[in-house]
Nanobody, 115 residues
Framework: VQLVESGGGLVQAGGSLSLSCAAS????????MHWYRQAPGKQRELVAS???????NYVDSVKGRFTISRDNAKNTVELQMDSLKPEDTAVYYC??????????WGKGTLVTVSS
């Protein structure tokens, strides 16, 4: 299983970024997908999740600003991030947990929001 994130970068506060994660080596469409982030000196936190059929959940701090979506035909999951804040600065990771509770992670993509 391979997960590859892309789309991170530097953006000013109030701006937008879109992250993408491409999955391979697994039946992508049947699994929920997740985006996590880890800020310097902090624990990794779950930011957004999307079920196999498109149901979504978000951590309170990003509700109304971030949107998770998936394209099962392309084996991709996206995270649209709007109204970014400096506290959104972190490395963002794509995650898939299979039915044996095995976690798969991408290498992460850095998002930096300047004030």
């Amino acid at each position: 299983v391979q997960l590859v994130e892309s789309g991170g970068g530097l953006v000013q506060a109030g701006g937008s970024l879109s992250l993408s994660c491409a999955a391979s080596g697994i039946a992508f469409s049947i699994f929920p997908m997740h985006w996590y982030r880890q800020a310097p000196g902090k624990q990794r936190e779950l930011v957004a999740s999307i079920s196999a059929i498109g149901g979504t959940n978000y951590v309170d701090s990003v509700k109304g600003r971030f949107t998770i979506s998936r394209d099962n035909a392309k084996n991709t999951v996206e995270l649209q991030m709007d109204s970014l804040k400096p506290e959104d600065t972190a490395v963002y990771y794509c995650n898939l947990r299979d039915f044996n509770a095995m976690d798969y992670w991408g290498k992460g993509t850095l998002v930096t929001v300047s004030s």
